[in-house]
């Protein structure tokens, strides 16, 4: 079960906040191979590795229009409801981000202003293994959408049959994304990155997935094509105290235990009558779970750590950078205005992370393995890019012409001084 350490030294926290590694670097030559035959056969490389990967060769690439549109009678009208009211609030959040700057006069006749510009063309990862990650899918594709991308391509792994989960297709359908592939792996990273026939290449590629997933968007990254963030497996770090249930604290951390035997789950507290308590409670919970095999495992890597105060837990978490992070303690208010490093925070003790993961309206596709400390989750401005414009009259020239020619001269860089000193001498002869 979860290892138990009590008022651990300070000098021992950065090794207690390592994550579980695996040396990653021994996947890329398979996957090297894997984009040379993805670039040299498109298509037809594709499937050849659905059906060495999945089990199926589909008899065709692209989800059809007939398979979309009936995806939403094979979904249970109540999934379709809560799928939709996720929509709703997770639209509701993200288009708030939206954010138009007026032009700037930083001095008489110099105009600045910056535009976000939606990225053209951008590539989603669904997983569709063990868990279809529908959920995922809501996440990335409402900013895409809002902020207008023009083109959405969605990769997603077949079943043995050669489809794709309804719920997948419903979402798909809800956001109005047609261009469904079934391919899953470095291949679909691939074919995203490196464009096929069916395939367009895009700009920047999102989303979860395995190892090699991983890896392989790791790797398009060093060629030249953009990726949301690096990603590792799924993490929780909670803060409790004497005023938390353990039960709540115990299935928090079993939910993300159950996303794979190489997550991580961290418990703080300062109690250690509350540590025996979700102990307990881990045990009894555990048990009744489908995916107990994976949590378990989870566990085996994970931490609870017995701190004197609040104050010590904060630091503790600060230097760990959870992907998420849960504050079930009393005076969680205070102690959320200290939080810099996290992916996402849940306040007080009936926020489950669950809801971030699927409905509050807040994004699930955050920063893992401690990259919170410089990485934000994803959100509308994931799917923008920003522009920056400047209009200078002659006036303006005028007025910070001096600055520039100066500054340019002592850099060694003279025609950045004459492309000014030009313009002035046409300025004062008219």
């Known amino acids: 079960m979860i290892r138990k350490i009590v008022n651990p030294d300070t000098s021992t ?3 207690l906040a ?28 594709l499937l050849q590795l659905a059906e060495k990967y999945d089990g199926v060769r589909p008899s065709q690439l692209l989800v059809s229009e007939q398979e979309l549109t009936s995806a939403t009678d094979k979904v249970d009208a109540e999934l379709r409801e809560a799928i939709l009211q996720a ?8 288009e708030k981000q939206a954010e138009k700057m007026q032009p700037v006069e930083t001095m008489p006749g110099v105009l600045c202003w910056r535009k976000s510009v939606a990225i053209q063309k951008v590539g989603l990862y669904i997983p569709g293994g063990t868990a279809p990650l529908f959920s995922t899918l809501l996440m990335l594709g409402v900013p895409a959408k ?19 989960h309804p719920a997948i297709l419903y979402t798909a359908g809800l956001l109005g994304i047609n261009r469904i592939v079934k391919a899953g792996g470095a291949q679909a990273v691939a074919a995203m990155a490196f464009g096929t026939e069916s395939v367009l290449a895009v700009s920047k590629i999102f989303g979860p997935g395995n190892q090699y997933v991983t890896v392989a968007k790791q790797m398009v990254s060093r060629l030249g094509v953009a990726i949301d963030m690096p990603a590792g497996p799924s993490e929780v770090l909670v803060m409790a105290d004497e005023a938390a249930n353990p ?46 095999g994976f949590a378990a495992q989870a566990l085996e890597n994970s931490l609870a750590i017995v701190l004197p105060d609040t104050a010590q837990m904060l630091a503790f978490s600060n230097m760990y950078a959870p992907e998420h992070l849960i504050l079930a303690i009393k005076d969680y208010e205070s102690i959320a205005e200290g939080v810099v490093n996290a992916g996402s925070v849940f306040l007080g003790n009936f926020t489950p992370e669950s809801a971030g993961d699927y409905a509050s309206g807040t994004n699930h596709t955050l920063p893992t393995n401690g990259f919170a400390r410089a990485y934000s989750g994803v959100s509308l401005d994931s799917f923008l890019k920003k522009i920056t414009f400047q209009h200078i009259t002659p006036v303006g020239l005028t ?24 313009r002035l001498k046409e300025i004062n002869n008219v």
């Not at 030559?29 to 056969?41: A, H, N, S």
């Open 18 to 45: 390592k994550r579980p590694v695996k040396d990653l670097e021994e996947l890329e030559p398979g996957i090297r191979q894997t984009f040379k035959l993805v670039q040299e056969l498109g298509d037809e490389a």
């Open 247 to 292: 039960a709540f604290v115990a299935a928090d951390l079993l939910s993300q235990a159950e996303h794979g035997a190489d997550s991580q789950v961290v418990l703080l507290t300062t109690s250690e009558q509350l540590l025996d308590a979700v102990g307990k409670e881990l045990e009894k919970q555990l048990a009744e779970l489908p995916r107990a």
């Open 146 to 164: 809002l902020a207008g991308c023009e083109s959405i391509i969605l990769c997603t792994p077949p079943a043995k049959d050669g489809s794709i």
């Open 399 to 422: 007025n910070i012409g001096k600055t520039v020619e100066v500054m340019a001269a002592a850099e060694g860089l003279q025609a950045h001084k004459n492309a000014v000193s030009i």
């Open 13 to 15: 926290w950065n090794e």
């Open 87 to 94: 929509y709703n609030n997770i639209r509701t959040f993200h």
